[in-house]
């Protein structure tokens, strides 16, 4: 499965309000991994287009509710996984396995805390609107920062306190491993568009 495929073009940052970006393209590298995975160029640019539309929509339309304070931490290879209670097991094992499309991937890296907070926010804030239910998280592990797997521990505490979150699993190794987040939500209000990748 490739997330080049699978992933939405997203629109012309010539849309977005000049002090928005502004605000956006001054952004300071975080302490963060030295080695970055590298996608690929159309990946890439869908990624940097998300990030700013993301930061938009949730300063205009919502408050951001997800936290900023002292969090529990996790250790940077740990894998990240959870369900609700009563969903079906196959259901979180075809996540586990990326047997569905994602139809976003969010790229954290070189975002503070802050940053990565008010992007995923705004997917989230988003998701029925655009009819979304499985996409990538990319956060990183952090080795050579101060605090390592920093922006991983929120990612995860982020994620547990959205409602429309059923489950959550690290990346299988083509996909980012520990440093990247595969999420599914619940079905949303519009048609939703998973569908299970068919393979050999």
């Given at each position: 499965?490739?997330?080049?495929?699978n992933s939405k073009t997203m629109n012309s940052d010539s849309a977005f309000p000049s002090s928005f970006l502004e605000e956006i393209d001054d952004i300071k590298p975080l302490d963060q991994d030295k080695v970055i995975p590298r996608p690929s160029a159309k990946l890439a640019e869908q990624s940097v287009s998300y990030r700013k539309k993301a930061?938009?929509?949730?300063a205009v339309k919502y408050e951001n509710f997800l936290t900023d304070g002292e969090i529990?931490?996790?250790?940077?290879?740990?894998i990240l996984s959870f369900k609700i209670s009563g969903l079906q097991p196959n259901v979180f094992k075809n996540?586990?396995?990326?047997?569905?499309?994602f139809e976003y991937h969010l790229d954290l890296h070189r975002m503070t805390v802050e940053q990565s907070r008010n992007a995923v926010f705004g997917l989230i804030s988003q998701a029925d609107t655009?009819?979304?239910?499985?996409?990538?998280?990319?956060?990183?592990k952090g080795l050579q920062s101060t605090q390592p797997a920093k922006l991983k521990s929120y990612v995860?505490?982020?994620?547990?306190?959205i409602e429309q979150v059923v489950a959550f699993h690290s990346a299988l190794p083509q996909h980012g491993g520990t440093g990247s987040v595969y999420v599914l939500l619940k079905k949303p209000k519009s048609q939703p568009r998973i569908n299970p990748t068919k393979y050999e």
């Open positions: 499965m490739s997330d080049d495929t930061a938009i929509n949730k529990e931490f996790v250790q940077p290879d740990d996540l586990r396995r990326a047997k569905y499309e655009e009819g979304i239910r499985c996409f990538k998280i990319t956060h990183g995860r505490h982020w994620l547990k306190q």
